[in-house]
Each structure stands twice: as structure tokens, then as C-alpha cells.
């Protein structure tokens, strides 16, 4: 499973993070694509993970150099990408889709007006099987999520700012009205009968969050954990932030199995914050971040660069 979030500083910049949650990892690390790479058909650098595959760069989440982020997260059962393009819509492939939409645009706005432009097809990368994805894009200013069906393409703005992984976002939003009651406050004492009723401390008032790793769960955890964390000043506290919230919802290994009896974890978790243009994650077994900015590579060059 895995599970994406967005927010801003106090100064309104975006901070977006992802759980990337699999039984392993495909070699993935931070990866820039320069503006003159011959796929970065906008022009806009952008960072983010990914393996590069023959110098193309397959991102699983990344940025650009103004400040856009999108994630991917596994769609399976509800994707549904269809052979050939809409009449009069230009095919774009679900692995170039990251690539494609941080290269040539600079807000969600800009995005959601193009997306009525293109239809995502069923093209897959050389040998690699196509990737049942949804995915959240966001900007300083909030976030949409994209899914692809049999219904078609579906653009949809996205007020929890979270994203998780099957149903699709509809239903999450509506699931999130049963759990209104949740609340960071301690209830006040209640007499039930003769009964005097008191907290035994912080806590009480989340009773009802629920606790597992189920997409669900974790879209309602993410939502709740997101929405109230305390405000932070600087880049340290907010990338802590991200951190530290999408550890509310990681997988431990052997908690939880994929159907066919693989442990899923928590391969990686990654931060992006547009404050500094940079990019860390850390993983499973190294909780220290590795880091990379925009400033750290050439922005004007044409071969993907990779740090490891
Ligand atoms: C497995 C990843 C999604 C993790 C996730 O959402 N897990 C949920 C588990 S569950 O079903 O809900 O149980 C996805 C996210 C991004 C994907 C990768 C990116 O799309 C880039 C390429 C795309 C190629 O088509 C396939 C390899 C690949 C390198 C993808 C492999 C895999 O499908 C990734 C890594």
C-alpha cells in the first residue's frame, strides 16, 4: 500500500510526501532530469525517485523546479487505461505521465485544463508491466487526483489532502464523515449512572481512529494526522512533519501480506519541500534521510543524474 500527503509552511510553501509500500524495491533512488533531456518536453527540471531505464527516468513520485509535485499509487481493480487515445486527445503512457506533467506545467490548475487534452493508454515501458496506478498531483495551493477507469478519466480536486490506495478518491472523502468525531482534545469527565468517567490522558479523543494498515484506515489516519499536525517554522520541522506523519501510517514488515503471502512494507518514504528546492527520503532500514536539491545538479544539461 501506500499512502501520499501535501501541506504548506507558514510562508504557504508545499511540502508533499509519500509511503512507498511493497514487498521490495526496483534499485529506485533520487533521480534528476534536467530541462534538456530529450523527454522533458516542457523544459522544467525535475526531482524526484525513480529508476532510469535506457536514461529514461521512471518516477514513482517527483517535482519540478516550480514548485508541482505528483505521486503514483497503486490503483488495481479500478485502473483501467484504454488501447488507443480519445479522438482528438494526445496518448500519454501511465509510466511518462509523472514525467509529463512536472516537465510542462507550474500549478494543478494548469494541469487539470490539459488533462481534457489527453487520454492515458495502455503503453507500457520495454519489458515492464504496466502499472495499475492513481495518482495525486499537488502545488502550493492544493491537490487533485487523477484516476483512470473504465468510466474514463476522472480529475478531481482533493480537499484531505491525502491520497491512499483502493477505492477511488469519492469514496475516501465520503468514508471520512464517519470518523467526525474524532478530535485531538481530551473529553471532559462524563458520569455514566454512578460512574465518574475520566481520560487516562492524551488520546482519549482519537479513540475510533482506526489503527490498521487497510487503504481505508489508512487514507482516514493520514487525513486526521495531516490536518492536525502542529504548524511548523522551519524546514527541519516541516520535513519532520512529513516524515513523522506518513509514519502514522507505514507498514511494519510482517503486519501485513499481499495475496500472494509477500510481507508489504514500507520500502521508502520520501519529502519533497519546495522551500529549498530539495528532496530527501530515507528507508525501511536507515531512517537518516539522503538528500539531493535542484541546485545540486546541472539544470540546463540532457542526461538524467542519479544520487546514490
Ligand atoms: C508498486 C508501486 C505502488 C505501491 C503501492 O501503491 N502499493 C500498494 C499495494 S496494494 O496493491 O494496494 O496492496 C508502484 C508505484 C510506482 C510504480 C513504478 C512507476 O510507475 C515506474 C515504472 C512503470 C513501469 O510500467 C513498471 C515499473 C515501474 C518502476 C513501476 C513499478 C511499480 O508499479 C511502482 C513502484
Redesign the pocket.
Known amino acids: 500500500?501506500?499512502t501520499a500527503i501535501r501541506f504548506t509552511d507558514s510562508d504557504g510553501n508545499l511540502y508533499f510526501g509519500r509511503n512507498?509500500?511493497?514487498a521490495y524495491g526496483?534499485g529506485e533512488t533520487i533521480t534528476f532530469t534536467p530541462r534538456n533531456h530529450p523527454a522533458n518536453t516542457g523544459h522544467r527540471a525535475v526531482l524526484g525517485m525513480a529508476?532510469a531505464s535506457e536514461g529514461f527516468p521512471?518516477?514513482?513520485d517527483c517535482a519540478n523546479e516550480n514548485g508541482l509535485a505528483i505521486a503514483?499509487?497503486?490503483f488495481?481493480g479500478y485502473a483501467y487505461f484504454p488501447d488507443d487515445a480519445r479522438p482528438g486527445t494526445t496518448a500519454v503512457a501511465?509510466?511518462e505521465f509523472p514525467l509529463w506533467v512536472t516537465s510542462n506545467f507550474d500549478n494543478v490548475d494548469d494541469v487539470e485544463a490539459a488533462l481534457a487534452n489527453i487520454t492515458l493508454v495502455n503503453k507500457?515501458?520495454g519489458d515492464?508491466?504496466?502499472?495499475l496506478?492513481h495518482w495525486i498531483i499537488a502545488d502550493a495551493s492544493g491537490c487533485i487526483v487523477v484516476e483512470s477507469t473504465a468510466d474514463g478519466l476522472q480529475v478531481m480536486r482533493d480537499p484531505a489532502d491525502v491520497l491512499a490506495?483502493?477505492p477511488g478518491l469519492a469514496w475516501h472523502l465520503e468514508n471520512l464523515r464517519s470518523y467526525m468525531n474524532v478530535t485531538p482534545g481530551a473529553p471532559s469527565s462524563v458520569t455514566w449512572g454512578n460512574a465518574t468517567l475520566t481520560p487516562y490522558g492524551a488520546g482519549a479523543g482519537m479513540r475510533g481512529l482506526p489503527g490498521d494498515v487497510y487503504?481505508p484506515s489508512r487514507f482516514v489516519r493520514a487525513a486526521y494526522l495531516n490536518a492536525h499536525h502542529a504548524p511548523k517554522d522551519t524546514e527541519r520541522g516541516n520535513v519532520a512533519r512529513v516524515f513523522r506523519t506518513l509514519g502514522g501510517v507505514a507498514m511494519v514488515e510482517g503486519s501485513a501480506q499481499?495475496n500472494d503471502g509477500a510481507n508489504?512494507f514500507t520500502v521508502f518514504t520520501s519529502a519533497y519541500s519546495a522551500r529549498e528546492g530539495r528532496y530527501y527520503f530515507n528507508t525501511y532500514e536507515n531512517a537518516a534521510y539522503t538528500t539531493a536539491a535542484f541546485a545540486d545538479f546541472d539544470m540546463d544539461g540532457t542526461e538524467v543524474q542519479q544520487a546514490h
Open positions: 500500500m501506500c512507498l509500500d511493497w526496483y529508476i521512471l518516477y514513482f503514483g499509487l497503486n488495481p501511465p509510466y507500457g515501458f515492464f508491466p504496466i502499472a496506478l490506495n483502493q487503504s499481499m508489504e
